[in-house]
């Protein structure tokens, strides 16, 4: 008997060219002394696969069609190949709009603004959501406490109220700054 084989799709997220490979099986701690450098490097592209396995594809699965996108651009941004859930998502969608079965993309990959919501108000929320939580620490490294009249200061700044900066600042830190 030989030695037993890796299922070929492992093999499917090395980057030849750049040399940047690594194994979605890995621990934290393999994946962190395979090499973090940069956003190509073992550990990123690791983490960005954990990433789209564990959150992404949970996500899909209970009915969020929009993070089909979101999955794609982390597949572009990081070098890597399409998870089989998304690969099968993204040529359904496809297939619809290329076929005429549907009437627009957002129709073909059931993804459309939520009714009653703004454009302008979502994309200035999204514009503020990276734009509060730094104004926030950059006080804070000056010496500004964390508290209600920081938070009503930033959202001035930003023409929003405080109790919006503040939930704009903890949203930002549980999500982007979760402690694994």
């Not at 983490?47 to 396995?53: D, T």
């Not at 190949?81 to 079965?101: E, I, Q, T």
């Not at 994309?123 to 508290?147: C, H, S, T, W, Y």
Request: with cysteine.
């Amino acid at each position: 008997m030989g030695a037993k084989k890796k299922p070929a799709d492992k093999n499917l997220n090395i980057d030849l060219k750049a040399g940047f490979g690594f194994d979605p099986d890995w621990t934290l701690e393999q994946a962190m002394a395979a090499g973090s450098d940069g956003p190509l490097s073992p550990f990123w592209r690791w983490q960005r696969w954990q990433q789209l396995e564990e959150e992404y594809r949970k996500r899909f699965e209970a009915g969020d069609k929009e993070v089909v996108f979101t999955a794609l651009h982390a597949c572009a941004c990081s070098n890597l190949s399409m998870p089989d859930w998304l690969a099968d998502a993204y040529a359904a969608g496809f297939h619809k709009w290329v076929n005429y079965r549907a009437g627009s993309l957002d129709e073909a990959f059931d993804v459309a603004i939520p009714k009653g919501k703004h454009l302008n108000a979502l994309r200035k929320n999204r514009m503020l959501r990276f734009a509060v939580p730094l104004a926030v620490d950059k006080a804070r490294n000056e010496g500004n406490a964390i508290q209600q009249g920081l938070f009503e200061k930033v959202g001035k700044e930003f023409g929003i109220s405080g109790s919006s900066a503040k939930n704009l600042y903890y949203r930002y830190r549980n999500t982007f700054l979760k402690k694994s």
